[in-house]
């Protein structure tokens, strides 16, 4: 599985932007798949996760009520909606997919290259 992300940009605070990360590969809809996210100085931290069918969903505290993830395993694409975004959700965003897939990065064996967000206050 081949994954790449892409979508991000520059966005005031309080706007929105869309993330999407597209797979390559026939088994990605048996993936649950995740975003996480790496600000300047910071660990990777884990943002959002969904099931390989897409009816459970799991979000950090941190951007549960703005954030949505979605996937249409149909196009083998998953998405990050991303509403009423702040100035300290700047960061790198990874998309990944893994067998086991849950809160830990460690969990997920595919990742995307990447794609900066950034959030002008």
């Known amino acids: 599985v081949q994954l790449q992300a892409s979508g991000g940009g520059l966005v005031q605070a309080g706007g929105s932007l869309r993330l999407s990360c597209a797979a390559s590969g026939r088994t990605f809809s048996r993936y649950p798949t995740a975003w996480f996210r790496q600000a300047p100085g910071k660990e990777r931290e884990f943002v959002a996760s969904?099931?390989?069918?897409?009816?459970?969903?799991n979000y950090a505290n941190s951007v549960k009520g703005r954030f949505t993830i979605s996937r249409d395993n149909a196009k083998n694409s998953v998405h990050l909606q991303m509403n009423s975004l702040k100035f300290e959700d700047t960061a790198v965003y990874y998309c990944?997919?893994?067998?086991?897939?849950?809160?830990?990065?460690?969990?997920?064996?595919?990742w995307g290259q990447g794609t900066q967000v950034t959030v002008s206050s």
């Open positions: 990944a997919a893994g067998v086991y897939g849950n809160t830990n990065e460690n969990a997920y064996e595919y």
């Open positions: 969904i099931n390989w069918s897409g009816d459970l969903t």
